[in-house]
């Protein structure tokens, strides 16, 4: 399995590839009220994209990815879509 950084910037080129060019793609987002955030978002036309991509402990305990699930939900803004791969 390749490293997250590996499959961030895939998952973000295949993505960038699709969509329109108005929209910008954040890898690694820093947010300040999150200590682990989605691993993508993406964002353009009033839209806003989270991926996740579970991490190693988050495969091996479905709860550690709820939880940023849940986190991610309250930090960002309402109306935003979540997706996972």
Do not use: Q, W
């Amino acid at each position: 399995m390749l490293p997250l950084v590996d499959r961030r910037r895939a998952i973000a080129k295949t993505v960038g590839e699709e969509i329109p060019t108005s929209y910008v793609i954040a890898t690694a987002p820093d947010h300040p009220l999150l200590i682990e955030g989605p691993d993508i978002l993406i964002g353009g036309e009033g839209n806003l994209v989270a991926v996740f991509t579970p991490k190693a402990s988050e495969r091996a305990d479905d709860d550690r990815l709820l939880a940023r699930f849940i986190l991610c939900r309250l930090a960002l803004r309402s109306g935003t879509f979540r997706a996972t791969h």
